[in-house]
């Protein structure tokens, strides 16, 4: 399976932009890229996902690399209630495998 | 739809003892997958189904570990006997297959399972 890198934590500050990075060199040409998001004792939530192109939605964005080797989740105004683990996954079909995560941590 | 839903919530039993967790999948949705999640391990797959069947169970770690899909509505992942490793939050999740590519997977709130 092609693994995914992400630093394992990131800070940012309420009402700011963060950008959320994902390595994922070994992707391959059927692999959508996915974002899911875990809250405090909860289970992971879909955030977004996508193939070649940028995509948005009411969640974030996700800007995808040119030779998809890469992919950014952009949270364009991050709320206290934004913070959480944020896994970058690839799948084209039903398995997906999570890594570490990178937990995000908002200040006010 | 009430979403995943996971019986129990939180089960606290003693080594050797039988765990069977339980898992309602959303209605319509034709994969089904179980995960486990420790501080150590991180989220980890242990078996998916597609359409009831059993499709890739390499992550479960051993013999004591099994998962039932009877049918398309309901789910079972018993382990016989318990050990105190085996404390974890057990993860349902269901997803339905799109031609767009999305697999967004629906996630369960879980089981918290104690086995001292």
């Known amino acids: 399976d092609a693994k995914t890198t992400q630093p394992n934590s990131m800070e940012s500050n309420e009402e700011e932009p963060v950008h959320l990075p994902c390595n994922h060199s070994?992707?391959?040409?059927?692999?959508?890229i996915h974002w899911y998001r875990q809250l405090p004792s909860q289970g992971p939530e879909y955030v977004i996902h996508?193939?070649?192109s940028n995509v948005n939605n009411r969640m974030a964005s996700l800007a995808i690399a040119e030779d998809r080797k890469s992919s950014t989740l952009i949270l364009h105004r991050a709320t206290l209630r934004d913070a959480a683990v944020y896994y970058c996954i690839l799948g084209n079909a039903g398995k997906s495998t999570f890594g570490d995560g990178t937990t995000l941590t908002v200040k006010p | 739809d009430a979403g995943v839903i996971q019986s129990p919530r939180h089960e606290v039993t003693e080594m050797g003892q039988e765990v069977t967790l339980r898992c309602k999948p959303i209605s319509g949705h034709d994969y089904l997958f179980w995960y486990r999640q420790t501080m150590m391990r991180g989220l980890e797959l242990l078996i998916y189904?597609?359409?009831?069947?059993?499709?890739?169970d390499s992550g479960m770690p051993e013999d004591r570990f099994s998962a039932k899909m009877p049918n398309a509505s309901f789910s079972t992942l018993k382990i016989q006997p318990s050990e105190p490793r085996d404390s974890a939050v057990y993860f349902c999740a269901s997803s339905h297959t799109s031609g767009s590519g999305k697999r967004e997977q629906f996630f369960g709130p879980g089981t918290r399972l104690t086995v001292l």
């Open positions: 996508g193939l070649t």
């Open positions: 189904f597609n359409n009831n069947v059993p499709i890739d």
């Open positions: 070994t992707i391959s040409g059927t692999d959508y």
